[in-house]
């Protein structure tokens, strides 16, 4: 709706235009508070903005030109927006409150006229009413056109309202229209994230592939490479083929002449074995070595006296004072020779060359016991197990590794053997195993048993299967362990003890089918002294004798086989029942007689000379190997 006030007419009729400007002021002043400065539209005058505020106010109209409502009287206000009609002949100069009262507005030249002049007075009044009645009908016509231009105001307001309602329709479609795309917004960053996320993947992928395609081409490559050497594979392989068709031939021709060898070299083995046992047979199937032990200080005593020509001899001198000191000492000479006599000096090496040729004898199949005999301290445990250094290694451990090595070596000519060690101590006519390694409380009893096939065997005994010489050293150890803890300090039991190793040795030749089987049997006998009566008592005494009777049976057992008697008797001690498969016909012995060369063992030594030169003489049947 317009802001313009529409002037009342009776106002405008009946106010003077003193009364008028002042009524009007104070509207007017409304209206400059609410109103707006307006840009002058189609002004005929354009009024200074130099004209005093307070002047312009009392004399602008309430009212504002309007656009296209015609009037010739629109001005267009200062810069604070004033807008005062300006009547285009007709409109009063001003109503200036300070013009004399007289001074009526539209009334030009007009003089006060005379109290008596009545007509004046009319036709002034007449002018000013032709006057007011112009005006009248002029701000008719305003009023008509503004009532135009309010109505079309108002349409065009309606208009506009429904315009509005549009738009805001327009705007809230378009704001839906905002949220969904704004939706659509998230979307598209969502969707441009993984494509970022896609494109990384994919970039990587594309490397990936690069590295790929160099993987591949240098694979082809290398394939190429590959393809060629298999070509050239190929030819030496067919060139290869035929050579090895060549070697087949040749290999086959080989191996007649190398069976046609191995049947030599075995009847060479055989030619060996009898020319061998013939050797031995002729050195006698009893051998005796006697070994003399240095004196502490590593020399020789006097009394004992060795050939210088030979090896085989020994004499023991003894010289007797006189009694009455009258005559000249007497001097006795013993003489004794055995099959070797060693001297204090001969290393543990030499005395094993002589047995080494029994011990092959024993693989070839033939039993061989070998004893040491002699008075304790003379040497038989040295000489038999020896100390633990390489150099001063007895027989036992030497004749061990022999005979592995030549079990190594017959293994190429088909032979294949098993060896089973066992070690007795054998006590007052009472049997220890040595190699038992329970409870001392649960120490079992053994008895000697004669199997169907004529084996002797210990019952409850360590038959120990042995593959290295470090396993035999082991067992030996055990077997020294063992024999000390039954020691006591006023019982030297080992000396008082025998202990006897024995080696079975099982071979085979599966090709020519030939077994062969035999014992090694190394013995340390319990030392030979004798004791004098007084000493001898209580266990001592069983202890001396068992020790007389089962040296001395051993001594008869020789003989009885030497001069070939009906009956043996082997059963008369453990030791000859247990060895009696080792000694006899079918069999080779070796007995080492020990003796000490101190002057104050004379009667031991004499004594243990004598008991070996009397096995010396015994010249046992000949010997027949155990092959089967
Ligand atoms: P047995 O067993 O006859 O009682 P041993 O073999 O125990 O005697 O010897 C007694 C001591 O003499 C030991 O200390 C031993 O080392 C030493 N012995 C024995 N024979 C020799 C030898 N031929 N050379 C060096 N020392 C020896
Ligand atoms: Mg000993």
Same mark, same amino acid.
């Given at each position: 709706?317009?802001?313009?006030?529409?002037?009342?007419?009776?106002?405008?009729?009946?106010?003077?235009?003193?009364?008028?400007?002042?009524?009007?002021?104070?509207?007017?002043?409304?209206?400059?508070?609410?109103?707006?400065?307006?840009?002058?539209?189609?002004?005929?005058?354009?009024?200074?903005?130099?004209?005093?505020?307070?002047?312009?106010?009392?004399?602008?109209?309430?009212?504002?030109?309007?656009?296209?409502?015609?009037?010739?009287?629109?001005?267009?206000?200062?810069?604070?927006?004033?807008?005062?009609?300006?009547?285009?002949?007709?409109?009063?100069?001003?109503?200036?409150?300070?013009?004399?009262?007289?001074?009526?507005?539209?009334?030009?030249?007009?003089?006060?006229?005379?109290?008596?002049?009545?007509?004046?007075?009319?036709?002034?009044?007449?002018?000013?009413?032709?006057?007011?009645?112009?005006?009248?009908?002029?701000?008719?016509?305003?009023?008509?056109?503004?009532?135009?231009?309010?109505?079309?105001?108002? &349409?065009?307001?309606?208009?506009? +309202?429904? =315009?509005?309602?549009?738009? *805001?329709? %327009?705007? !809230?479609?378009? #704001?839906?229209?905002?949220?969904?795309?704004?939706?659509?917004?998230?979307?598209?960053?969502?969707?441009?994230?993984?494509?970022?996320?896609?494109?990384?993947?994919?970039?990587?992928?594309?490397?990936?592939?690069?590295?790929?395609? &160099?993987?591949?081409?240098?694979? +082809?490559? =290398?394939?190429?490479?590959? *393809?060629? %050497?298999? !070509?050239?594979? #190929?030819?030496?392989?067919?060139?290869?083929?035929?050579?090895?068709?060549?070697?087949?031939?040749?290999?086959?021709?080989?191996?007649?002449?190398?069976?046609?060898?191995?049947?030599?070299?075995?009847?060479?083995?055989?030619?060996?074995?009898?020319?061998?046992?013939?050797?031995? =047979?002729?050195?006698?199937?009893?051998?005796?070595?006697?070994?003399?032990?240095?004196?502490?200080?590593?020399?020789?005593?006097?009394?004992?006296?060795?050939?210088?020509?030979?090896?085989?001899?020994?004499?023991?001198?003894?010289?007797?004072?006189?009694?009455?000191?009258?005559?000249?000492?007497?001097?006795?000479?013993?003489?004794?020779?055995?099959?070797?006599?060693?001297?204090?000096?001969?290393?543990?090496?030499?005395?094993?060359?002589?047995?080494?040729?029994?011990?092959?004898?024993?693989?070839?199949?033939?039993?061989?016991?070998?004893?040491?005999?002699?008075?304790?301290?003379?040497?038989?445990?040295?000489?038999?197990?020896?100390?633990?250094?390489?150099?001063?290694?007895?027989?036992?451990?030497?004749?061990?590794?022999?005979?592995?090595?030549?079990?190594?070596?017959?293994?190429?000519?088909?032979?294949?053997?098993?060896?089973?060690?066992?070690?007795?101590?054998?006590?007052?006519?009472?049997?220890?195993?040595?190699?038992?390694?329970?409870?001392?409380?649960?120490?079992?009893?053994?008895?000697?048993?004669?199997?169907?096939?004529?084996?002797?065997?210990?019952?409850?005994?360590?038959?120990?299967?042995?593959?290295?010489?470090?396993?035999?050293?082991?067992?030996?150890?055990?077997?020294?362990?063992?024999?000390?803890?039954?020691?006591?300090?006023?019982?030297?039991?080992?000396?008082?003890?025998?202990?006897?190793?024995?080696?079975?040795?099982?071979?085979?030749?599966?090709?020519?089918?030939?077994?062969?089987?035999?014992?090694?049997?190394?013995?340390?006998?319990?030392?030979?002294?004798?004791?004098?009566?007084?000493?001898?008592?209580?266990?001592?005494?069983?202890?001396?004798?068992?020790?007389?009777?089962?040296?001395?049976?051993?001594?008869?057992?020789?003989?009885?086989?030497?001069?070939?008697?009906?009956?043996?008797?082997?059963?008369?001690?453990?030791?000859?029942?247990?060895?009696?498969?080792?000694?006899?016909?079918?069999?080779?012995?070796?007995?080492?007689?020990?003796?000490?060369?101190?002057?104050?063992?004379?009667?031991?030594?004499?004594?243990?000379?004598?008991?070996?030169?009397?096995?010396?003489?015994?010249?046992?049947?000949?010997?027949?190997?155990?092959?089967?």
């Amino acid at each position: 709706m317009s802001r313009l006030p529409v002037m009342s007419l009776k106002r405008v009729l009946t106010s003077s235009s003193s009364e008028n400007s002042q009524d009007m002021a104070p509207l007017q002043k409304r209206m400059r508070k609410d109103q707006e400065p307006r840009k002058p539209q189609a002004a005929a005058t354009i009024i200074g903005d130099k004209r005093p505020a307070t002047a312009a106010a009392a004399r602008a109209p309430p009212y504002r030109p309007i656009r296209g409502a015609g009037a010739a009287t629109v001005a267009a206000g200062p810069s604070r927006g004033f807008v005062r009609p300006v009547a285009a002949s007709t409109a009063p100069k001003a109503a200036n409150s300070k013009q004399p009262a007289g001074a009526k507005p539209g009334v030009t030249g007009a003089t006060r006229r005379k109290p008596w002049d009545l007509k004046g007075k009319v036709n002034d009044m007449e002018g000013k009413i032709r006057t007011y009645q112009t005006k009248y009908r002029s701000v008719n016509e305003e009023n008509e056109a503004l009532k135009d231009s309010v109505a079309q105001r108002q &349409t065009k307001v309606s208009e506009l +309202e429904q =315009e509005v309602k549009g738009q *805001k329709r %327009k705007i !809230s479609e378009y #704001e839906a229209e905002l949220q969904m795309l704004s939706g659509v917004q998230n979307q598209l960053e969502e969707v441009q994230r993984e494509k970022n996320v896609l494109q990384k993947e994919m970039s990587n992928l594309e490397q990936k592939y690069k590295v790929m395609e &160099t993987l591949r081409d240098s694979q +082809e490559t =290398e394939l190429q490479t590959l *393809k060629m %050497k298999l !070509s050239v594979q #190929e030819s030496t392989m067919t060139r290869l083929q035929a050579t090895l068709r060549d070697r087949e031939e040749e290999v086959s021709s080989l191996k007649e002449t190398v069976a046609e060898q191995r049947d030599e070299l075995h009847a060479g083995e055989m030619e060996r074995r009898r020319l061998h046992n013939t050797i031995q =047979e002729l050195k006698g199937n009893i051998r005796v070595f006697c070994r003399i032990r240095p004196l502490e200080d590593g020399g020789l005593s006097k009394h004992i006296q060795l050939a210088a020509s030979d090896n085989k001899s020994i004499m023991l001198a003894k010289t007797e004072e006189s009694h009455t000191g009258k005559t000249a000492d007497t001097q006795k000479n013993y003489h004794f020779s055995f099959d070797r006599v060693f001297g204090p000096l001969a290393s543990q090496q030499e005395i094993f060359d002589e047995i080494s040729l029994l011990v092959q004898s024993a693989l070839d199949g033939y039993n061989v016991c070998c004893f040491a005999y002699g008075q304790t301290g003379s040497g038989k445990t040295y000489t038999m197990e020896g100390e633990e250094v390489d150099d001063t290694r007895g027989v036992i451990p030497r004749a061990v590794q022999q005979i592995f090595r030549a079990g190594d070596k017959l293994s190429s000519q088909g032979w294949e053997f098993t060896f089973t060690a066992s070690f007795v101590e054998i006590y007052n006519e009472t049997l220890r195993d040595l190699l038992y390694t329970g409870k001392a409380s649960k120490r079992p009893e053994h008895e000697i048993r004669k199997t169907a096939s004529s084996d002797v065997t210990v019952t409850n005994l360590t038959y120990q299967k042995v593959h290295t010489e470090d396993q035999v050293l082991g067992l030996i150890a055990l077997a020294k362990e063992n024999r000390s803890t039954a020691q006591t300090a006023v019982n030297d039991r080992s000396s008082r003890s025998h202990s006897v190793f024995q080696l079975q040795i099982e071979g085979a030749n599966a090709g020519r089918d030939i077994k062969c089987k035999s014992t090694l049997c190394l013995v340390d006998l319990a030392g030979s002294e004798r004791m004098m009566k007084s000493q001898s008592q209580g266990e001592r005494f069983k202890e001396m004798t068992s020790i007389n009777s089962s040296l001395s049976n051993l001594g008869i057992v020789i003989t009885s086989l030497a001069n070939k008697e009906s009956h043996i008797p082997y059963r008369n001690s453990k030791l000859t029942y247990l060895l009696q498969n080792c000694l006899g016909g079918n069999s080779k012995t070796l007995m080492f007689v020990n003796i000490s060369p101190e002057s104050d063992s004379f009667g031991e030594t004499l004594n243990s000379l004598r008991f070996a030169s009397k096995v010396n003489d015994c010249v046992i049947g000949t010997a027949s190997s155990n092959k089967k």
